[in-house]
């Protein structure tokens, strides 16, 4: 079957094509190193000039690249324990579905229960934060060589089993979007492992070592600091829990596994996610409880919109007759499917983005309005939710045609009620 599928090059190249992928390939590693090293000054201003790169060989420590590769395969073990349950992947080219383990909050749990061990025998957990930059190197440098590594395989690999937009031809672009769409080494799936495993559950981990730094140089953790590991706990343990979810999220269904995601799923993730921890180690803020109770209430309202939508449209994918959505209106489709037109997604197109945009401004309020910098996520987030919308726009359209067209007209605005 997989030899009779015809080669279909990727003609729409995304992200500024080859030399998009090039500059990426040198702006990512470069803006983690950045905000780094800018959240390391006093002031941690974006408005002074960047100082020089410091000595390469205070950027290396291979004690930090060795704990990074024994996290890597603790969670590695996890995901192989058989615990948990399995769930079968969208159908693919080929027609086969692939398998996938579902243990991910599993592995969040016996994590948390490690790290309580380590906090309780007094582990240093300090030491991440005072060599944070050395294990931002270190994952850029595992990042790079998995996607070596990727690429090399994808060259052996069928064509039915290429990403359809990671096959250009065009090796550079190839590498940084990936070639190989579900790369595994027997039943492990390399990309579904990083996507929510090491540097999602790593990202928790690095907080909870800021918050004990915070605790060694005051005595206790600030309110601040509390208030954003807990909601990006919250958010981590949110998506453990709906593991299933990304299984028909474009990053799984239709990009390949490159640079671009094996770079955002271990480096990205969790050395720039936790910015504003960082941040609060070195400029620790006042915050009244109003002003706590105000964000609180923030993060609760991105939740409830961020998790309502995620939720609606999960159960209508998985039975339209699921009584939560049986009273929702519907736009039927030439492909079967129906597209929801009222209830969370007829009050925008993306109103999960919404949501979690909301959440992502209630992360760094608690760091003032005093700097920019930890704000950061919210304004990549914006750009990167915006781009991501107009990519999935544009394969809905593809999909749905008319139906898509009307749905558009229907509930005209993308992201923000009124705004865009
Ligand atoms: N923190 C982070 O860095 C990131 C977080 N996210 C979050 O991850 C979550 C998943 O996002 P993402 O993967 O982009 O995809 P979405 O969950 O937004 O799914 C988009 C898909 O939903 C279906 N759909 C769209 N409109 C409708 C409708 N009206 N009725 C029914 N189905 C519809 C279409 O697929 P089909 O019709 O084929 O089912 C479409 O392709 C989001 O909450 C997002 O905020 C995403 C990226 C990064
Ligand atoms: C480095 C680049 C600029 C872009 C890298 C993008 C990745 C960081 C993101 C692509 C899609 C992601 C998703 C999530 C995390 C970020 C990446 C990997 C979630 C797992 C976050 C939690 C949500 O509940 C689900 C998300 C799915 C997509």
Redesign the pocket.
């Known amino acids: 079957m997989a030899d009779k599928i015809k080669t279909t090059r990727t003609k729409e190249l995304e992200f500024g094509g080859s030399i998009g992928a090039l500059l990426?390939l040198i702006f990512?590693p470069g803006t983690v190193l950045y905000l780094l090293l800018t959240c390391n000054t006093a002031d941690a201003s974006v408005f002074q000039v960047p100082g020089p790169l410091p000595p390469l060989e205070t950027l290396w420590n291979p004690f930090a690249l060795t704990l990074l590769l024994g996290w890597m395969s603790l969670q590695a073990v996890l995901y192989m324990l058989p615990m948990g349950t399995i769930a079968e992947g969208i159908t693919l080219r080929d027609n086969s579905r692939l398998r996938y383990k579902i243990n991910a909050f599993y592995a969040f749990l016996v994590s948390a229960v490690l790290a309580g061990v380590a906090v309780t025998l007094r582990v240093p957990l300090s030491y991440v934060y005072d060599h944070f930059l050395e294990f931002a190197v270190a994952s850029g440098i595992i990042s790079l060589a998995l996607s070596i590594f990727l690429y090399i395989k994808s060259l052996a690999a069928p064509e039915s089993a290429l990403a359809p937009g990671g096959n250009s031809g065009n090796p550079l672009y190839d590498f940084f979007i990936g070639h190989e769409l579900n790369p595994r080494i027997g039943s492990f799936d390399l990309k579904y492992f990083c996507?929510?495993r090491p540097?999602?559950i790593g990202w928790c981990l690095i907080n909870l070592c800021f918050l004990m730094k915070d605790i060694e140089l005051r005595g206790s953790a600030s309110l601040s600091m509390i208030l954003v590991c807990g909601f990006q706990g919250l958010?981590?343990m949110?998506?453990l829990w709906?593991e299933e979810?990304?299984l028909t999220?474009?990053?799984i269904v239709h990009?390949g596994f490159g640079f671009?995601?094996a770079?955002?799923?271990l480096?990205?993730?969790p050395f720039t996610?936790s910015l504003q921890a960082y941040f609060l180690v070195r400029h620790p803020q006042e915050l009244s409880t109003l002003a706590a109770i105000g964000i609180v209430l923030l993060n609760a309202v991105g939740y409830i919109i961020?998790r309502g939508a995620?939720s609606q449209k999960n159960a209508f994918r998985r039975n339209p007759s699921d009584p939560s959505v049986t009273g929702l209106e519907t736009i039927p489709t030439a492909t079967g499917k129906k597209l929801l037109v009222s209830g969370w997604w007829g009050l925008v197109r993306h109103p999960n983005y919404l949501g979690?945009l909301i959440m992502a401004l209630a992360w760094s309020l608690p760091c003032g309005l005093g700097h920019i910098l930890p704000y950061f996520y919210v304004i990549?987030f914006t750009g990167?939710l915006i781009h991501?919308e107009a990519r999935d726009e544009h394969q809905c359209l593809k999909k749905y045609g008319l139906a898509w067209q009307e749905y558009c007209k229907r509930v005209p605005y993308r992201i923000f009620p009124y705004i865009y």
């Open positions: 990426m990512l996507e929510l540097g999602l958010y981590v949110d998506a709906h979810a990304i999220t474009m990053d990009d671009m995601l770079f955002g799923d480096c990205w993730v996610y961020f995620n979690d990549y990167l991501r």
